[in-house]
């Protein structure tokens, strides 16, 4: 049977990350900068194609692709990706892409093992609205959450190694810790809207209540009470670098986790 084009489009997106991942690495390695163009761009080359997979997949099903678990993992690869290329523009950080690709890979081949055929007919629950916008916007929310986990996972490799000459190649850790910061700033509030508010509004249409303490309506409370708490200490108790980023760490992981969750304990939410 022939592939069709969204899935071919994702296969060369699953290629070009993981090409990207090994260059940063290189990169890293060699702290030449030819090498961290070419993995940025390789990286953008990636997203792009990525971007395409998902036009195409819209426009084949008639609405966003967030209606299963594959849907799901593309988008939220495709929105860690965008993110760290927002964040080179701005910060111009080769280097961090050397922590931040492979979470991006390890994102789209999460994405690859799931099933990828579109859903023929949609469940009722899965005809609104409410629930493309609930979706796209957890996932470009957890997606800052990686980029933050990515800039964490620096920090923590440089305390290691700062006594180093490798060390030196990394940023600075308040400059790490601000990268963390800032992604943060960003994903909260949109996994806040879309993962707990839109989700709220997603579920009162589809079972008709808002709260049903569903294994993955508990654990994204989890997940946002966790960032919750970042906040609190960070600025009313002035928690900065290694304290914070185990918080922003445990959040990313419980993040990751929360997608399972319909998988290992059932519930409402078992058909995405």
Known sequence: MTQSLDI????????????????????????????????????????????????????????????????????????????????????????????????VFMLIVSASLLPKEPNAQLVPALQSYWLQVHVTLAALGEAAFGVAFGANCMFFVKKLISSGSFGSRLPSFDRLDLLSHKAIIIGYPLFTVGALFAGAVWAEQAWGSFWSWDPKEVCSLIVWLIYTLYFHLRFLRGWRGGKTAIISVLGFIAAVLTFFANMFLGGLHAYT
């Open 8 to 103: 071919t489009l994702f296969w060369w997106a699953f290629v070009g990350f993981g090409l990207s991942s090994a260059v940063h690495t290189v990169f890293l390695a060699a702290n030449r900068k030819i090498i961290g163009t070419v993995a940025a761009a390789t990286m953008g080359a990636a997203f792009l194609m990525l971007t395409a997979a998902i036009a195409v997949r819209t426009g084949k099903i008639g609405h966003l692709p967030v209606t299963n678990g594959f849907e799901f993992m593309t988008v939220f690869a495709w929105s860690a990706a965008l993110f760290y290329l927002i964040f080179l523009l701005i910060y111009k950080l080769y280097a961090f892409g050397a922590f931040v690709a492979p979470v």
